[in-house]
């Protein structure tokens, strides 16, 4: 089973997308901000995190888990509230492997999530 980790601020965003993600097949976790994120991610460090951008040192986050062991592996989604090639190339630049639009629902999730899911 794939571990996912979602860092969010919002206790509604990490509720709808642990249970949407679980449903897929995913074991989740949270966190509700960066430093949390890192922290969990140094003890453990899950196959994919999704990442708001919104969040205070959502990039420094996306580069410091590039930077851990196996790192490299670990697919980062960054989560925008609309489509900004600025800040997604700055995120790709930092290390961020997909990006995913907020707010998300079942679809949007099924549908970025399906070849993770697949390769479970």
């Known amino acids: 089973m794939k571990r996912l980790m979602i860092v969010d601020g ?3 965003v990490r509720k709808v997308g642990r249970r949407i993600l679980s449903e897929l097949g995913f074991l989740v976790s949270e966190a509700r901000d960066a430093r949390e994120g890192r922290e969990r991610c140094e003890a453990d460090l899950p196959d994919v995190v999704i990442i708001d951008a919104g969040m205070e040192d959502a990039l420094d986050l996306v580069t ?13 989604f ?12 700055t995120a790709k630049r930092a290390g961020a492997t997909d990006f995913l639009l907020k707010p998300f629902d079942r679809r949007s999730l099924t549908s970025a999530f399906a ?5 479970a």
Request: proline letters at 0%; charged letters at 35%.
């Open 115 to 119: 070849e993770i899911q697949t390769a």
């Open 64 to 76: 410091e888990l590039k930077q851990l062991a196996n790192g490299r592996e670990i697919r980062i």
């Open 78 to 89: 960054y989560c925008l509230v609309e489509n900004d090639l600025k800040r997604m190339m």
């Open 10 to 12: 919002s206790d509604i």
